[in-house]
Nanobody
Framework: QVQLVESGGGLVQPGGSLRLSCAASGSISSINAMGWYRQAPGKQRELVATITSGGTTRYADSVKGRFTISRDNAKNTVYLQMNSLKPEDTAVYTC?????????????WGQGTQVTVSS
């Protein structure tokens, strides 16, 4: 009964910026860690960034210094600010979240949003 919906993807030129959002809704008692993954055509899915419920963040080496993950607990939303974008950042970006409802814990995934970096 939990749905994650991503938004904010699109086409941007190299060096540009995008801000992705992922909002969780449904049967939620609390949200634990949240994260962003990405997958380009023909490549394996990779972890981009994670953030714990306490605000501790972790990034892939390829995006350190360029991307920032944050969350708004009141809105059940996680964000990914993407700066200095490169063509190799082109991928489908998907969020995930650990959710507790009453006494049950599960991990949920969004449907993904396309990010294309090209001139």
């Amino acid at each position: 009964q939990v749905q994650l919906v991503e938004s904010g993807g699109g086409l941007v030129q190299p060096g540009g910026s995008l801000r992705l959002s992922c909002a969780a809704s449904g049967s939620i008692s609390s949200i634990n860690a949240m994260g962003w993954y990405r997958q380009a055509p023909g490549k394996q899915r990779e972890l981009v960034a994670t953030i714990t419920s306490g605000g501790t963040t972790r990034y892939a080496d390829s995006v350190k210094g360029r991307f920032t993950i944050s969350r708004d607990n009141a809105k059940n939303t996680v964000y990914l600010q993407m700066n200095s974008l490169k063509p190799e950042d082109t991928a489908v970006y998907t969020c995930n979240s650990g959710v507790t409802y009453r006494a049950t814990w599960n991990v949920y995934w969004g449907q993904g949003t396309q990010v294309t970096v090209s001139s």
